[in-house]
């Protein structure tokens, strides 16, 4: 008994001893990291200017990366919508319908415009872009992926600033496309004034006007007195010239075989192909004015000369205007749309 006891006391010394060399080297560890803490705390004290700017340098950096992002993605969209405005431009004339060629003109004039100042905005922003960049780079101190990574920047804003260059004379030439378009758009086919009559387009070569599509011609027809106070009338109401028609315009209907359902008086006067019957004119002042009566309603000849005087109840006026006053007309009805 007495020699077990012993051995208990031994064993438990043992264990007393292990016990106290694991505390011995628990606190030598917890020491040697307070110290190590101490040290680290004490460095990152002795520098705080330097990692503040070093926080500035890297948001600056990302910053800047993020706005490359923005305009890569700006770039492509741009490019895709210049291709895309190029085709529409190429694609109006072989639209049938004049109006349809005109609203399609306008709506494209106004894209260009549009597109022409966000190409100012983005030459803006990319300057901003790269003078961050720059000022990264003037702050010295900095991480050679770093440096490449901004050299390679301004490469790409350089590049950028090309395809724009070459971006904005595109748009210069789909404008003046566009406006050429607008100007050689092709007058309406017919238009109602504000008369209430229709008047349908003449062409024939170079030669084109309007003329009303029926005849006005009173129950007891007009005198050329009056026929010339209804265009007056007309003119000024429309704030277009109207007149009576011309010999030539005369000719062109007769080719045309436009003829009215009775006797038109025409702007100019008669003359006869006999010379002793136009001395006789002449000898009394006798003037007269040409009348064109294709279908010979008065019984007489395809055209004669009248005195101005004159009536007849198949005697009327067709209307003539030029080819503005078509053109007139189909930009009020785009403006009443809200058309540019």
Same mark, same amino acid.
């Given at each position: 008994?007495?020699?077990?006891?012993?051995?208990?006391?031994?064993?438990?010394?043992?264990?007393?001893?292990?016990?106290?060399?694991?505390?011995?080297?628990?606190?030598?560890?917890?020491?040697? %990291?307070?110290?190590?803490?101490?040290?680290?705390?004490?460095?990152? %004290? /002795?520098?705080?200017?330097?990692?503040?700017?070093?926080?500035?340098?890297?948001?600056?950096?990302?910053?800047?990366?993020?706005?490359?992002?923005?305009?890569?993605?700006? /770039?492509?969209?741009?490019?895709?919508?210049?291709?895309?405005?190029?085709?529409? &431009?190429?694609?109006?004339?072989?639209? #049938?319908?004049?109006?349809?060629?005109?609203?399609?003109?306008?709506?494209?004039?106004?894209?260009?415009?549009?597109?022409?100042?966000?190409?100012?905005?983005?030459?803006?922003?990319? @300057?901003?872009?790269?003078?961050?960049?720059?000022?990264?780079?003037? /702050?010295?101190?900095?991480?050679?992926?770093?440096?490449?990574?901004?050299?390679?920047?301004?490469?790409?804003?350089? /590049?950028?600033?090309?395809? !724009?260059?070459?971006?904005?004379?595109?748009?210069?030439?789909?404008?003046?496309?566009?406006?050429?378009?607008?100007?050689?758009?092709?007058?309406?086919?017919?238009?109602?004034?504000?008369?209430?009559?229709?008047?349908?387009? @003449?062409? #024939?070569?170079? !030669? #084109?006007?309007?003329?009303?599509?029926?005849?006005?011609?009173?129950?007891?027809?007009?005198? %050329?007195?009056?026929?010339?106070?209804?265009?007056?009338?007309?003119?000024? +109401?429309?704030?277009?010239?109207?007149?009576?028609?011309?010999?030539?315009?005369?000719?062109?209907?007769? +080719?045309?075989?436009?003829?009215?359902?009775?006797?038109?008086?025409?702007?100019? !006067?008669?003359?006869? #192909?006999?010379?002793?019957?136009?001395?006789?004119?002449?000898?009394?002042?006798?003037?007269?004015?040409?009348?064109?009566?294709?279908?010979?309603?008065?019984?007489?000849?395809?055209? %004669?000369?009248?005195?101005?005087?004159?009536?007849?109840?198949?005697?009327?006026?067709?209307?003539?205007?030029? &080819?503005?006053?078509?053109?007139?007309?189909?930009?009020?009805?785009?403006?009443?749309?809200?058309?540019?």
């Amino acid at each position: 008994m007495h020699i077990f006891n012993i051995g208990l006391y031994k064993t438990d010394g043992t264990r007393e001893m292990k016990k106290h060399n694991i505390d011995r080297m628990q606190g030598i560890v917890r020491g040697t %990291f307070c110290i190590a803490c101490i040290l680290l705390a004490a460095e990152a %004290f /002795a520098q705080p200017a330097a990692t503040q700017e070093e926080y500035d340098k890297r948001a600056k950096v990302l910053k800047v990366r993020k706005k490359m992002e923005v305009e890569r993605d700006l /770039a492509l969209r741009t490019e895709s919508q210049l291709s895309s405005l190029e085709a529409r &431009v190429a694609a109006v004339p072989r639209l #049938s319908d004049g109006d349809a060629q005109l609203r399609t003109y306008l709506a494209l004039r106004s894209e260009v415009k549009e597109m022409l100042g966000l190409m100012e905005t983005t030459t803006s922003r990319q @300057v901003e872009i790269l003078g961050n960049a720059d000022s990264v780079a003037s /702050a010295g101190d900095l991480l050679p992926q770093t440096g490449a990574y901004l050299e390679e920047i301004r490469s790409e804003l350089q /590049a950028m600033g090309v395809k !724009q260059k070459s971006q904005r004379a595109r748009l210069v030439e789909i404008s003046r496309v566009v406006e050429l378009g607008i100007k050689n758009v092709p007058p309406p086919e017919r238009f109602r004034n504000g008369a209430g009559q229709e008047m349908r387009l @003449v062409r #024939s070569g170079g !030669q #084109s006007f309007y003329i009303s599509l029926e005849p006005v011609a009173g129950s007891e027809g007009m005198t %050329f007195a009056q026929a010339q106070a209804l265009v007056a009338k007309l003119a000024q +109401r429309e704030k277009s010239p109207y007149h009576l028609p011309t010999r030539k315009e005369l000719v062109l209907l007769e +080719r045309l075989k436009l003829f009215p359902s009775c006797a038109i008086w025409s702007a100019d !006067q008669w003359k006869p #192909s006999d010379t002793e019957e136009q001395r006789q004119q002449e000898r009394f002042g006798i003037v007269k004015y040409l009348v064109w009566d294709p279908r010979r309603v008065l019984g007489r000849k395809a055209s %004669f000369g009248e005195l101005p005087q004159a009536s007849y109840p198949k005697l009327g006026v067709y209307v003539v205007t030029s &080819v503005q006053a078509g053109t007139r007309i189909r930009w009020a009805s785009l403006a009443k749309e809200g058309k540019p």
